[in-house]
């Protein structure tokens, strides 16, 4: 079943009653509005003044929803996650944290090799020269040690979007807003699906920053962040203005977890094929595979 994903940015009081969410507002005129919580895979908590009930927010983690809170500039800063996101959590995390430097190095390989090949894929789409592209995405080798992650990624950022002089930046100019906005929606979708896994977000294959708590949820997202730059595609080629991150461009940025993508030959939504990436990332830690499932962007 495809998960919603709910978005607040309005004044509200969430509580549950009967399994459902409950959404009261201030303003007394407004009808209360319910939610199934079953039915739930992402909240989106934006405005500083909602108030949310302990009770609800056990049941949305039983639920594994992911819990993403906002801050004052209405951007995402925090993931509430489960302690205990798999029955068999304490042994998945064993096979994690002794996976060998040589497969990490592996894993690595496969995860940029793919986020390079989805990239020149999009590319050829938007009539795009990607000869490069797809030369560099086969000849990544274990660990990237050549780092053509770092090199398709300047090719990339410089023709994309069909913007004189654009840079990928965390504070850059726009669209760098909106790809900001985008990648920690995806970051909340993957650290959900590797907790449902069993896996730590926070032990990388190739992210280390002690700093960093989602360390494997940003190695594996790479292949995934096309889809958000689709989206932002989208919105830049469109008429509507985009250098302010307004309700309505978030909107748009939270399709994101419902949008189709092709995972081993199958039409699967985002939220459910990246369960899909985690669990085979965990047979890969296991030895039961050697691959891990990616989407193909096509």
């Not at 978005?7 to 459902?20: C, D, E, H, R």
């Not at 994309?160 to 100019?173: N, Y």
């Not at 995934?224 to 008429?239: A, G, P």
Request: glycine residues 4%.
């Amino acid at each position: 079943m495809i998960k919603r994903t709910l978005f607040f940015v309005n004044p509200a009081y969430l509580s549950t009653k009967n399994k459902q969410l409950v959404v009261n507002y201030p303003d007394d005129s407004t009808l209360t509005k319910t939610v199934p919580i079953e039915d739930i895979g992402m909240l989106v908590l934006e405005n500083q003044q909602i108030t949310i009930s302990n009770g609800l927010l056990a049941k949305l983690i039983q639920n594994k929803a992911a819990i993403i809170s906002c801050d004052s500039y209405h951007l995402p800063i925090s993931l509430l996650q489960p302690l205990v996101g798999h029955s068999e959590q304490t042994e998945r995390i064993r096979y994690q944290l002794n996976a060998s430097v040589p497969l990490q190095k592996n894993l690595w390989q496969q995860t940029i090799s793919a986020k390079i090949s989805n990239q020149a894929c999009f590319m050829d789409i938007r009539d795009i020269p990607a000869r490069k592209m797809h030369k560099w995405a086969n000849e990544v080798k274990s660990g990237d040690t050549e780092n053509h992650e770092s090199r398709a990624a300047v090719y990339y950022w410089q023709h994309i979007f069909g913007i004189d002089d654009f840079k990928r930046g965390q504070h850059g100019d726009a669209p760098n807003n909106l790809l900001n906005y985008g990648y920690a929606i995806l970051r909340g979708i993957t650290a959900r699906a590797l907790v449902s896994s069993g896996m730590l977000p926070s032990v990388g294959i190739f992210h280390r920053n002690k700093y960093n708590a989602f360390c494997l949820a940003d190695d594996i997202m790479e292949p995934y962040r096309v889809f958000v730059d689709v989206l932002v595609n989208d919105i830049v080629q469109s008429d509507e203005p985009y250098k302010e991150l307004t309700t309505s461009l978030k909107t748009g940025l939270l399709q994101l977890p419902v949008m189709d993508v092709i995972i081993d030959g199958n039409k699967s939504p985002l939220m459910v094929a990246m369960s899909r990436t985690t669990n085979s990332l965990y047979e890969c830690f296991t030895g039961i595979s050697r691959k891990v499932l990616y989407p193909e962007f096509v």
